[in-house]
């Protein structure tokens, strides 16, 4: 049986502007991923593209070097941002069809390290809701991710 992927645009390729050089929360670019902390400006997710200017390109930018994995674009967060310990950054994008009960599905994405920071993360998940998540102030979301990389496993590439 052939698999379907529910994610929209999970490589980020499809895009309606070419990241600029100067400029952060870009991720909107990547149409239909977005910020849930968008009019809040309490998270700045960013685009990464081939054809961005500066310190948004692919595979060198701002923050080290990292080809794309498929493609040639991805995006960036901080997971935490020193000395500002209680400040996150997410990315979200709507399914495109929704999640059945009793059935299986498979979740995978891919976390790399920028070479300019200090530490690892050990903690990056996914949750999943029936609403999209908008317009939430609190830069540390209160929601439990139902997918979440194992304790003690630092993702550095």
Known sequence: MAQMNLVPNPGFEQFDTCPPGATTNTLHLATPWFNPHTFCGAGTPDYFNQCGVGSYGVPNNGWGTEPARTGVAYAGIYTMNLP??????????????????????????YVSLAEVMGYAVN????????????????SLLPYVPQ???????????
């Open 84 to 109: 500002y310990i209680n400040v996150r950054e997410y990315i979200e994008a709507p399914l495109t069809d929704t999640l059945k009960a009793g059935k299986k599905y498979v979740v995978e994405f």
């Open 123 to 138: 903690k990056v998940g996914a949750y999943f809701s029936d609403v999209p998540i908008v317009n939430s102030c609190d």
């Open 147 to 157: 997918i979440v990389n194992q304790p003690g496993n630092s993702l550095t590439s």
